[in-house]
């Protein structure tokens, strides 16, 4: 059967699986109901290759996404799957190598391998949470070893986990392979649990980031903690703000880069800014240009730590 540009069937539940999208638009909506029956299923392969797609709107509805469902899809840059999906397939997004984001529920019960394999640039996950994560997603957030933003939607929570990465070593003489792990990404996974997320041992091991990732990762680690302080502890609040001080100018080269003046303005509010960096936070945004910050930085400067006086050797 079809309807508009989808193939379906009707299942025994009287519920409508989408089994082929025989369309070639850019923007495609799912439908919600097709003749008063409830779509609840994306069929193995239904939207395979149709790379023409940047933009998806999936029906409320759903219940399950088949294998490799949307693989190769690969002019999506971001996919909201809606709170009540139950199962999503494997290599359902196969190959989606320009996909940057993702939101997904705590609904989902089950997620196949390889559901976003070589999806290399997603860099954000906005997870539809109450505070439990459950298996399937706490295994989904372990097994991305891109340096990947969370965002927990209800708690208003952000966090960074850094990337890592996996390298097999021979060993010959006893004929084994031994598993190294670089970078720090996967000791912070482990604050991943299905009951929630262990806020407490991300936020007391951020030294370790700071040991052993780049300045960069640290940089974006504690301002997602600092503009998202969701349950932060007092005492690893400081030192979140005692290294954004100490390293000011890594932190203002940052938001002239991504244009935010928000994070200027938020680490302004906890104290950051002082009068021994003040001067280098404001060096480092007129290398920038950035016009709004750099006059946010220097208003600062003037009505907070005024000017320096001159002082004259008689």
């Known amino acids: 059967m079809i309807f ?13 699986i989408i089994y082929k999208y025989l369309g070639e638009n850019s923007f495609v909506s799912v439908p919600e109901s097709i003749d008063g029956k409830i779509v609840t299923e994306i069929g193995d392969g239904a939207f395979r290759n149709k790379r023409c797609i940047t933009d998806l709107i999936l029906p409320k509805g759903l219940k399950i996404i088949g294998n490799y469902a949307f693989c190769e899809c690969r002019g999506l840059k971001e ?11 494997g290599h359902a997004f196969y190959n989606c190598r320009n996909l940057e984001k993702m939101e997904i529920p705590t609904t989902i019960e089950f997620i196949a391998d390889g559901f976003i394999k070589n999806c290399e640039v997603l860099k954000e996950v906005y997870v539809i949470t109450d505070g439990r994560l459950g298996s399937a997603i706490a295994g989904f957030l372990i097994n991305i070893t891109n340096e990947i933003e969370v965002t927990f939607v ?4 952000k966090f960074l986990l850094p990337e890592y ?4 070593v021979a060993n010959a003489p006893a004929k084994i392979f031994v598993t190294l792990t670089h970078g720090s990404g996967e000791f912070f996974r482990r604050a991943i649990e299905s009951k ?6 991300y936020d007391e091991n ?3 980031a700071v040991l052993s990732e780049k300045k960069i990762t640290s940089v974006k680690m504690a301002l997602c903690r600092i503009m998202y302080p969701y349950r932060l502890d007092e005492k690893y609040k400081e030192s979140y703000i005692n290294f954004i001080k100490e390293n000011i100018a890594d932190v203002v080269s940052y938001a002239c880069e991504k244009d935010d003046i928000l994070i200027i303005e938020k680490i302004d509010e906890n104290g950051c800014f002082n009068n021994e960096n003040i001067s280098e936070a404001i060096e480092e945004a007129a ?13 600062i400067k003037l009505s907070r730590f005024g000017r320096k006086k ?5």
Request: proline fraction near 2%.
């Open 287 to 299: 290398k920038s240009t950035n016009s709004e910050i750099s006059a946010y930085i220097m208003d």
């Open 4 to 16: 508009g540009d989808f193939e379906y069937s009707v299942n025994e539940n009287n519920e409508i």
């Open 165 to 168: 990465d996996y390298e097999y």
């Open 79 to 89: 996919v909201s799957l809606p709170e009540g999906l139950l199962e999503a397939g």
């Open 154 to 157: 209800k708690q208003n929570m």
């Open 196 to 201: 929630g997320f262990d806020y407490k041992f």
């Open 206 to 208: 951020f030294k370790r």
């Open 310 to 314: 001159k002082t004259f050797d008689l």
